[in-house]
């Protein structure tokens, strides 16, 4: 594999690491502001999280790279209300998605085909994590100040299972 490349996917092993700590970070918030079912939602995120670090760690080592395993910066627990904590998964989807589209844009200039193969993948799961965290927004401003919808929507997010 070209050089560059393995520096990105290297890099992102890394990258879904931290987003994995954000959405713990996440989680933590809303466990508590005793939000349980937010908790568990973004505690579901955050092990998937993990699962793509996974695939692109897996990726490299069948690619005969050895992975190198950088430090991971902090993450926050925290916010200022649910809105705040929402608006941050949204920005930090939209930062993968362009690093996602980085490596894709090297992998297309290098005429590397299986790691386009390979990073089709993520192009639609960050399609679904965009779709999910604009959904979030979106609930929790139709909500507004009205306590009662809170609990509705934490109950909702509560019944997430994978
Ligand atoms: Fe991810
Ligand atoms: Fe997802």
New binding site residues.
Partial sequence: MNEKVVELLNAQVNK?FF?AYMYLGVSQYYTRQNLPGFASWYMIQAQ??QE?AMKFYNYLVDNDVLVELSQIIPATSDYKDPLAAAKAADKHEHY?TAEIEKIMDAAVKDKDYRTQLFLNWFIT?QEE?ERNSKDMIAKIEMIGNDNKGLYMLDKELGERKG
Wanted: no cysteine; net charge negative.
């Fill in positions: 879904e987003s998937e999280e793509h993968i799961e994590e």
